[in-house]
T-cell receptor, first 115, second 112 residues
Framework: KQEVTQIPAALSVPEGENLVLNCSFTDSAIYNLQWFRQDPGKGLTSLLLIQSSQREQTSGRLNASLDKSSGRSTLYIAASQPGDSATYLCAGRGGGGTSYGKLTFGQGTILTVHP | NAGVTQTPKFRVLKTGQSMTLLCAQDMNHEYMYWYRQDPGMGLRLIHYSVGEGTTAKGEVPDGYNVSRLKKQNFLLGLESAAPSQTSVYFC???????????FGNGTRLTVT
């Protein structure tokens, strides 16, 4: 069974700081890995998707990396802003004997960026 | 561009009542999913579909049924609601496994 873990569970940083969110998965046979953002009371918004053949993806101030051999992915946020405050979730598709149609989610990291 | 639309947004049920949650997507996506999100448990997959007319069980399928009669719609049914089904339910869809997953805004269900 695929298991996805996110560390830390919560993070509070001052505005302007660069930060890293971590995601680990137990089975490296994932098809791809996706990072999401969730605002309170809302659905999830896709941020970045990394295919198993890729090492990283970038979008604006966000950079996500994937290391299948170590079972890890990181989300790097540069020059954080109060508007970045949200819960960030990672999800691996496939692996652990599951079909590539299924995603396994981590519990999320609650990020607070204070002015 | 509507994306993924869930109805209703909120619902309160009494134990034993039934209801259907509707998910509609206008992006011609093949894959559709129902998740529930609970504090401390994260997002757990209930059922999913890889195309019109297909359904498959996820991680926590007991007490739920689904149907995908039309490609754009994925229905989640609760035949006899229980307090343990109090949760926020999310529908999601994607065109293929290689492409990002799109989520609806959720349905908050309370069973008393």
């Amino acid at each position: 069974k695929q298991e996805v873990t996110q560390i830390p569970a919560a993070l509070s940083v001052p505005e302007g700081e660069n930060l890293v969110l971590n995601c680990s998965f137990t089975d490296s046979a994932i098809y791809n890995l996706q990072w999401f953002r969730q605002d309170p009371g809302k659905g999830l918004t896709s941020l970045l998707l990394i295919q198993s053949s890729q090492r990283e993806q970038t979008s604006g101030r966000l950079n996500a990396s994937l290391d299948k051999s170590s079972g890890r992915s990181t989300l790097y946020i540069a020059a954080s802003q109060p508007g970045d405050s949200a819960t960030y979730l990672c999800a691996g598709r496939g692996g652990g004997g599951t079909s590539y149609g299924k995603l396994t989610f981590g519990q999320g990291t609650i990020l607070t960026v204070h002015p | 561009n509507a994306g993924v639309t869930q109805t209703p947004k909120f619902r309160v049920l009494k134990t034993g009542q039934s209801m259907t949650l509707l998910c509609a997507q206008d992006m011609n996506h093949e894959y559709m999913y129902w998740y529930r999100q609970d504090p401390g448990m994260g997002l757990r997959l209930i059922h999913y579909s890889v195309g019109e007319g297909t359904t498959a069980k996820g991680e926590v399928p007991d007490g739920y049924n689904v149907s995908r009669l039309k490609k754009q719609n994925f229905l989640l049914g609760l035949e006899s609601a229980a307090p343990s089904q109090t949760s926020v339910y999310f529908c999601a869809s994607s065109y293929s496994p290689q492409l990002p997953l799109h989520f609806g805004n959720g349905t908050r269900l309370t069973v008393t």
